[in-house]
C-alpha cells in the first residue's frame, strides 16, 4: 500500500511539472484559462464585442489571476527586440473589449512570441491611441482613396494585392 502511495505521489508531481511546463512554453501566466481561441481545448468561445466601437477580438487566452483578466496574444515565429506596433495595438484592443465585456481593466496584457514573452502595460495613453486609431480608420473607411502605408517594405512585397496595387514599391 505504501509503495502505491508512493507512485501515485510521484506520478502527481510528474504531471504538476509537465503542466507547468506547458503553461510557460506557452506563455501563458498562472492563474485559471476562463477563455481560449486555441482549437484544440473546447468549442470556440464566441468573439468579444463592443457595439458602441464596433470593436470585435478573440484573444488567444484570457486568465483570471488575482481577481483580474489578462489577455494572452499568441504569435508564431521569432520575436522581435520590441513587440511590433500592430501586434500593441491588437492586444490594446482585447484589453479594451475585456474592461467593456467584463467591467474590469486589465493592467497590462501579454504578446508571445517563440521564446519571449513581452508584458504591455494597458495604460490611459495606449487606450487613447487605440481610440484616436479606431476614429482614423472610422473616417478612413469613408474615402473613396486611402494611401497606403510603406513603413515597413517588407509587408508591401508580400501583400496580396501588390500585382493590382498603383502604390506597390519597386
Not at 490611459?124 to 487613447?128: D, F, G, K, T, V
Given at each position: 500500500m505504501?509503495?502505491?502511495a508512493l507512485a501515485l505521489l510521484f506520478f502527481a508531481f510528474v504531471f504538476f511539472w509537465q503542466s507547468g511546463r506547458q503553461r510557460k512554453a506557452a506563455g501563458l501566466p498562472g492563474g485559471r484559462i476562463i477563455y481560449t481561441d486555441t482549437r484544440g481545448w473546447n468549442k470556440l468561445e464566441k468573439p468579444l464585442f463592443h457595439a458602441g466601437l464596433e470593436l470585435t477580438g478573440k484573444p488567444d487566452y484570457l486568465i483570471e489571476k488575482n481577481?483580474?483578466?489578462i489577455p494572452v496574444e499568441v504569435k508564431s515565429g521569432k520575436a522581435p527586440d520590441?513587440?511590433?506596433d500592430s501586434h500593441i495595438y491588437q492586444l490594446a484592443?482585447?484589453?479594451?473589449?475585456v474592461e467593456k465585456t467584463y467591467n474590469k481593466r486589465p493592467p497590462y496584457g501579454i504578446i508571445h512570441y517563440e521564446g519571449r514573452d513581452f508584458a504591455v502595460d494597458y495604460t490611459?495613453?495606449?487606450?487613447?491611441s487605440l481610440l484616436d486609431l479606431l476614429a482614423e480608420m472610422k473616417r478612413d473607411e469613408r474615402k473613396k482613396e486611402v494611401d497606403r502605408s510603406h513603413e515597413?517594405?517588407?509587408?508591401?512585397?508580400?501583400c496580396g494585392f501588390?500585382?493590382?496595387c498603383e502604390q506597390k514599391l519597386g
Open positions: 505504501l509503495y502505491l481577481g483580474q483578466i520590441a513587440p511590433y484592443s482585447y484589453c479594451l473589449l490611459r495613453e495606449l487606450e487613447s515597413q517594405a517588407s509587408r508591401c512585397k508580400r501588390r500585382e493590382s
